[in-house]
């Protein structure tokens, strides 16, 4: 089955940036939706971005115009660029890979958004 691996978590000041990646373990990826979830503590899981095998990205309205989800289908990653970062922005992120009745996730990246 597909694995994803996140990396590019970490701890940054409010009105940073940080650049997450998601890559997959086969080349499925391309014909795949991908999309990123974050959980925050005592909170439920919700998605943030997400983005179709052909492109289309959508975003959640809390981090429209400061997020930009992309994906490079020669590389089997998608990335979410975060600017201007606050500290509600701090959780969990994890990536997600669906396509016909696959369903996987990724183990998940920490943000930590703090002064």
């Known amino acids: 089955q597909v694995q994803l691996v996140e990396s590019g978590g970490g701890l940054v000041q409010p009105g940073g940036s940080l650049r997450l990646s998601c890559v997959a373990s086969e080349s499925i990826f391309k014909i795949s939706n991908m999309g990123w979830y974050r959980q925050a503590p005592g909170k439920q899981r919700e998605l943030v971005a997400s983005i179709t095998s052909g492109g289309l990205s959508n975003y959640a309205d809390s981090v429209k115009g400061r997020f930009t989800i992309s994906r490079d289908n020669a590389k089997n990653t998608v990335y979410l660029q975060m600017n201007s970062l606050k500290p509600e922005d701090t959780a969990v992120y994890f990536c997600?890979?669906?396509?016909?009745?696959?369903?996987?996730w990724g183990q998940g990246t920490q943000v930590t958004v703090s002064s």
């Open positions: 997600r890979l669906t396509v016909g009745r696959s369903d996987r």
